[in-house]
């Protein structure tokens, strides 16, 4: 089968001779279709995540079930799935005390099974995954609850990016914030995670929604999707964002990019007691650079944020409803599409803030078998 294997850092190598494994006992193959790239595939292409060779990128896919493993009997071959990082168990100790995102018992990193086992192989190697999915490669299997069925209807390029980005950004105001009507909230970062967060708290009924992002087509995006104003970063200060929601700061602040200066900024612009939320995946060692009585005295609370802490067959339903609605707008968010050979000028898009999400055609049928 075809795949775009990573090789070395900042290689990218087709190939055409990957071999998959069938599915095992709770496991699913899957036929993808589309694949969108996020900025935590290319922190891994660039070394700044860690990544053990030759690796597969990419999570934001969106394909056909080819063929299930035992014990899974809720997929059947044909049915469009979205696949996503973690397909928490349900039962593991993390999944009972409602942090399914650290779930024990999902594909562990690099995308290694409770076998040790990847189910990806080419020339005689295993081929490590490097956000679990291996979302570049025209097949690949997952545990089954890191598929989730949806409606045929749905494009399956929009829905690529409800595994990751809009997921995360959805949870975030949702599951960890826990935004409720009347709320007021500022979004810091406005790329595909930002714009979901914007239509999240759109969705669960905010007042108020200030989006922060230097890049003047995102901000313009913002105001489309549902934010009350979009600023530049050196134009939101505590003065201008209280401008827009009155008296008080924002009850909610998320911080889609995670550096120091973007989560101080965060923690600035939200109320005494209010959450800021971080998301952004950043390098390792790299600290938040909050000053710490600003946190105590007023006592923020600051909220740490991976996949939106979201239960996918829940969550991605959710979604997917309010894509129905016309309340989630996923058109606007996939700004690109290109073919799986030309997944280098993908990546050099997404360093250069070109779009927000580009969608990349995997395969160009949609088979419901390898034979």
Request: with cysteine; hydrophobic share 45%; proline share 5%.
């Amino acid at each position: 089968m075809r795949a775009c294997l990573m090789t070395g850092v900042g290689v990218l190598t087709q190939v055409g001779d990957t071999e998959v494994e069938p599915p095992r006992d709770g496991e699913v193959l899957v036929a993808v279709r589309w694949c969108s790239a996020c900025h935590s595939d290319l922190y891994a292409l660039d070394g700044i995540t860690p990544t053990r060779l030759p690796a597969l990128l990419g999570h934001e896919a969106a394909g056909v079930v080819a063929a299930v493993g035992t014990g899974v009997d809720h997929l059947v071959a044909g049915d469009h799935v979205v696949l996503t990082m973690v397909g928490p168990c349900g039962t593991c100790p993390y999944c009972r005390r409602g942090v399914p995102m650290a779930c024990q018992n999902s594909f562990g990193r690099g995308g290694v099974a409770a076998d040790g086992g990847t189910r990806i192989v080419h020339g005689g190697q295993q081929v490590w995954r490097a956000l679990r999915v291996g979302g570049f490669s025209e097949y690949t299997v997952v545990p089954h609850k890191a598929a989730v069925k949806i409606p045929a209807d749905l494009p399956l390029d929009l829905a690529s990016i409800l595994g990751c980005s809009v997921l995360t950004g959805y949870g975030a105001i949702v599951n960890i914030a826990r935004v409720q009507y009347g709320d007021s909230v500022v979004v810091v970062g406005l790329g595909a995670v930002g714009i979901a967060a914007v239509q999240a708290a759109r969705i669960a009924g905010a007042s108020h929604i200030v989006g922060i992002d230097p890049l003047p087509g995102r901000r313009e995006l913002a105001l489309k999707v549902g934010a009350t104003k979009a600023f530049t970063p050196e134009a939101a200060d505590v003065d201008a964002v209280r401008e827009v929601t009155g008296s008080l700061l924002p009850d909610v602040a998320v911080d889609t990019v995670t550096r120091p200066a973007t989560t101080r900024q965060a923690v600035q612009l939200v109320r005494p007691g209010g959450t800021v939320v971080v998301i952004g995946v950043a390098p390792p060692g790299q600290d938040l650079g909050l000053e710490a009585l600003d946190v105590v005295l007023s006592q923020k609370r600051i909220a740490g944020c991976y996949l939106g802490n979201c239960v996918p067959e829940r969550d991605i339903t959710a979604l997917v409803e309010h894509w129905r609605a016309g309340r989630l707008d996923l058109q606007s968010m996939v700004t690109g599409h290109r073919r799986l050979d030309e997944l280098q000028q993908v990546f050099d898009d997404l360093r250069a803030g070109t779009g927000l999400r580009t969608a990349v055609q995997v395969s160009a049928e949609i088979p419901t078998s390898t034979s």
